[in-house]
């Protein structure tokens, strides 16, 4: 069933507002860049601490179909463990539920993928190991690896901050 929220279960309820940069979607994994702006998440499996999520603007009547444009003031969640958000999943991504979810790159989230490190490989030079890519667990199952043409609200997902 459809939300008309992005907080669906919040435990605390930290809301800081920032400038965005870009334009940012309801929902979208968010952090912040050297300017102090908001951004979309950019780095797929990176690092997230602390998580922050876009919010609907209901302060000017707005709702989570209504995207913030470049330059405007950002309405940002930041939950914590146990909060339960109504997040974006990426196109062409087949989630079950209890599936862990990281940033996707772009925003929204994606099936986790373990890191992994190949000992004895000469010249591989360092290799990042990210100890706080999980963002959260999927909370229903959702099945978009058939199509990339999906909206942004068939690509809605609750899940739950670990």
Same mark, same amino acid.
């Given at each position: 069933?459809?939300?008309?929220?992005?907080?669906?279960?919040?435990?605390?309820?930290?809301?800081?507002?920032?400038?965005?940069?870009?334009?940012?979607?309801?929902?979208?994994?968010?952090?912040?860049?050297?300017?102090?702006?908001?951004?979309?998440?950019? $780095? !797929? #499996?990176?690092?997230?601490?602390?998580?922050?999520? %876009?919010?609907?603007?209901?302060?000017?009547?707005? +709702?989570? &179909?209504?995207?913030?444009?470049?330059?405007?003031?950002?309405?940002?969640?930041?939950?914590?463990?146990?909060?339960?958000?109504?997040?974006?999943?990426?196109?062409?991504?087949?989630?079950?539920?209890?599936?862990?979810?990281? $940033? !996707? #790159?772009?925003?929204?989230?994606?099936?986790?993928? %373990?890191?992994?490190?190949?000992?004895?490989?000469? +010249?591989? &030079?360092?290799?990042?190991?990210?100890?706080?890519?999980?963002?959260?667990?999927?909370?229903?199952?959702?099945?978009?690896?058939?199509?990339?043409?999906?909206?942004?609200?068939?690509?809605?997902?609750?899940?739950?901050?670990?």
């Amino acid at each position: 069933m459809a939300q008309n929220t992005i907080k669906l279960k919040k435990y605390s309820d930290v809301i800081e507002e920032y400038e965005g940069s870009g334009t940012i979607t309801p929902g979208m994994l968010l952090k912040m860049n050297s300017s102090g702006k908001v951004i979309a998440h950019d $780095s !797929a #499996g990176g690092n997230v601490c602390p998580p922050m999520f %876009a919010l609907e603007n209901a302060l000017e009547g707005k +709702g989570i &179909g209504d995207n913030y444009s470049s330059g405007d003031r950002v309405q940002v969640w930041i939950p914590y463990r146990g909060d339960e958000v109504y997040a974006i999943l990426k196109d062409g991504e087949n989630v079950s539920i209890g599936d862990e979810l990281e $940033s !996707a #790159g772009d925003g929204s989230l994606q099936k986790h993928t %373990a890191d992994t490190v190949q000992e004895g490989i000469s +010249g591989s &030079g360092e290799v990042p190991i990210y100890g706080n890519q999980i963002v959260a667990i999927a909370l229903e199952a959702l099945d978009l690896s058939g199509s990339s043409s999906e909206t942004v609200s068939e690509r809605r997902i609750k899940v739950k901050i670990v």
